[in-house]
Antibody, heavy 120, light 108 residues
Framework: QVTLKESGPVLVKPTETLTLTCTVS??????????VSWIRQPPGKALEWLAH???????SYSTSLKSRLTISKDTSKSQVVLTMTNMDPVDTATYYC????????????WGQGTLVTVSS | EIVLTQSPGTLSLSPGERATLSCRAS???????LAWYQQKPGQAPRLLIY???SRATGIPDRFSGSGSGTDFTLTISRLEPEDFAVYYC?????????FGGGTKVEIK
């Protein structure tokens, strides 16, 4: 059974750095056919892709947020970590991690999401 | 970056009616790279359609996808009560992944 679960702080202050962890099970991050993305959704708004990482450590970032994002993985822990620097209230959103088979272009499994609020 | 524009923003229909949702891309997208998701309040998105027209596992056949190039459509043949939700299209072709702004299907 494939599952993804996000974890991290519920509340961060402006200018702080956010670190989110996606713990996966039911598949391996070393599987050549799988990748994991981070996607966010501000309250009442649309989905926004942030970054992804594949088994070969290939990484891509949103053009608009590239300077603030870092994605990495720890295969032994089955975890994908996203850091976002210089947080602002507009970054308040539910953050999801999702699986993307390398050979495809869609997200077949999603985590439940974690709501992060940016406020002083 | 490919921009996906979904229309209408909101669709008000009754159970049993047909829903037609549109997704237009700012440049051509290979059909292989277009997907649709359903999202209900408080839940993560769920994959409905991939490759523009293939139903994901467990998706009822009242859901169908079509289209090519820059124009794609999600059709729900007969709305069931559980189909009232927000629907998103998504592409990941030659550029980075992007999502549309969503269409909310609400009960009339």
């Amino acid at each position: 059974q494939v599952t993804l679960k996000e974890s991290g702080p519920v509340l961060v202050k402006p200018t702080e750095t956010l670190t989110l962890t996606c713990t996966v099970s039911g598949f391996s991050l070393s599987n050549a056919r799988m990748g994991v993305s981070w996607i966010r959704q501000p309250p009442g708004k649309a989905l926004e892709w942030l970054a992804h990482i594949f088994s070969n450590d290939e990484k891509s970032y949103s053009t608009s947020l590239k300077s603030r994002l870092t994605i990495s993985k720890d295969t032994s822990k089955s975890q994908v970590v996203l850091t976002m620097t210089n947080m602002d209230p507009v970054d308040t959103a539910t953050y999801y991690c999702a699986r993307i088979p390398t050979s495809s272009s869609w997200y077949d499994y999603w985590g439940q999401g974690t709501l992060v609020t940016v406020s002083s | 970056e490919i921009v996906l524009t979904q229309s209408p923003g909101t669709l008000s229909l009754s159970p049993g009616e047909r829903a037609t949702l549109s997704c237009r891309a700012s440049q051509s997208v290979s059909s292989s790279y277009l997907a649709w998701y359903q999202q209900k309040p408080g839940q993560a998105p769920r994959l409905l359609i991939y490759g523009a027209s293939s139903r994901a596992t467990g998706i009822p056949d009242r859901f169908s996808g079509s289209g090519s190039g820059t124009d794609f459509t999600l059709t729900i043949s007969r709305l069931e009560p559980e189909d009232f939700a927000v629907y998103y299209c998504q592409q990941y072709g030659s550029s980075l992944p992007t999502f549309g702004g969503g269409t909310k299907v609400e009960i009339k």
